[in-house]
């Protein structure tokens, strides 16, 4: 997948994230050239559907609606 496709597929969940919550919530959600094809109880489904779809190659993109993003962060140490 390129990264600026990703980030396209990315920007839609962003920017539609309100309405997407409404009737997605906790769902994996399956995006491909920026809309929604279909949401999914779990990651292996909506993965398995992409591929069976698209293929190993394209560039969809499965991503977790949750209400509250979890918190990512990376940290260094210095020795």
Same mark, same amino acid.
């Given at each position: 997948?390129?990264?600026?496709?990703?980030?396209?597929?990315?920007?839609?969940?962003?920017?539609?994230?309100?309405?997407?919550?409404?009737?997605?919530?906790?769902?994996?959600? %399956?995006?491909?050239?920026?809309?929604?094809?279909?949401?999914?109880?779990?990651?292996?489904?909506?993965?398995?559907?992409?591929?069976?779809l698209?293929? %190993?190659?394209?560039?969809? %993109?499965?991503?977790?609606?949750?209400?509250?993003?979890?918190?990512?962060?990376?940290?260094?140490?210095? %020795?």
């Open positions: 997948m390129g990264e600026k496709d990703l980030k396209k597929n990315l920007d839609f969940v962003t920017k539609k994230r309100k309405t997407l919550l409404r009737e997605h919530r906790n769902k994996f959600l %399956l995006v491909f050239n920026e809309k929604l094809v279909d949401s999914y109880d779990t990651y292996e489904r909506a993965a398995e559907e992409g591929v069976r698209y293929g %190993l190659d394209a560039n969809f %993109l499965v991503y977790h609606l949750v209400e509250k993003e979890p918190l990512n962060f990376i940290m260094e140490a210095a %020795l």
